[in-house]
T-cell receptor
Framework: NAGVMQNPRHLVRRRGQEARLRCSPV?????VYWYRQLPEEGLKFMVY????????ESGMPKERFSAEFPKEGPSILRIQQVVRGDSAAYFC???????????FGPGTRLTVT | DQQVKQNSPSLSVQEGRISILNCDYT??????FLWYKKYPAEGPTFLIS?????DKNEDGRFTVFLNKSAKHLSLHIVPSQPGDSAVYFC?????????????FGTGTRLTVIP
């Protein structure tokens, strides 16, 4: 009964590189959410996806960030041309439907040097 | 625009005593509230929740109280145990289809002293 899996757990990128963060939801969950936690802050919602669809991306920065949840495979959060301000912990959560509890993964800690 | 606020960044409590963690919110559209517990280097773990139609929900040592008129909720842990030491996040959402994202507070670090 595996929980939400995220990889890598730690990712170091130089400014200008791309970061790809992966999330495998709980088996049977078709709803995925991405949150970002900056140092000393709470988690901030970024994007909500169902299989092959973006439902709500109101928390996503308009540029450089994109997310997908393909029919097969994990959800991917992609950050292009990373900057120092992107350094944060990125958490993925999944649920089996709207209004069901969200279960969180262990997070990916992105460091931009 | 912090819609969910936890004004106490830290709290220390003796083992066996009650821990009370507080949370305030500003958005009157919120109608479902949750508490998550987070250990270092791990993701948040769901602890307990409450719908706005209730004012109390209890689960073992954990009780959440909701005061809608004051836009305030609290988490009571009794008796507190050293294993409860963690960061506790309050979260809220609007309970309608398609609006499932959670709004989190900044967290309260609870330390239970043996």
């Amino acid at each position: 009964n595996a929980g939400v899996m995220q990889n890598p757990r730690h990712l170091v990128r130089r400014r200008g590189q791309e970061a790809r963060l992966r999330c495998s939801p709980v088996k049977g969950h078709s709803h995925v959410y991405w949150y970002r936690q900056l140092p000393e802050e709470g988690l901030k919602f970024m994007v909500y996806l169902q299989k092959e669809n973006i439902i709500d991306e109101s928390g996503m920065p308009k540029e450089r960030f994109s997310a997908e949840f393909p029919k097969e495979g994990p959800s991917i959060l992609r950050i292009q041309q990373v900057v120092r301000g992107d350094s944060a912990a990125y958490f993925c959560a999944s649920s089996r439907g709207t209004l069901y509890e969200q279960y969180f993964g262990p997070g990916t800690r992105l460091t931009v040097t | 625009d912090q819609q969910v606020k936890q004004n106490s960044p830290s709290l220390s409590v003796q083992e066996g005593r009650i821990s009370i963690l507080n949370c305030d919110y500003t958005n009157s559209m919120f109608d479902y509230f949750l508490w998550y517990k987070k250990y270092p280097a791990e993701g948040p773990t769901f602890l307990i929740s409450i719908s706005s139609i209730k004012d109390k929900n209890e689960d073992g040592r954990f009780t959440v109280f909701l005061n809608k008129s004051a836009k305030h909720l609290s988490l009571h842990i009794v008796p507190s145990q050293p294993g409860d030491s963690a960061v506790y996040f309050c979260a809220a959402r609007v309970d309608q289809t398609g609006a499932n994202n959670l709004f989190f507070g900044t967290g309260t670090r609870l330390t239970v002293i043996p």
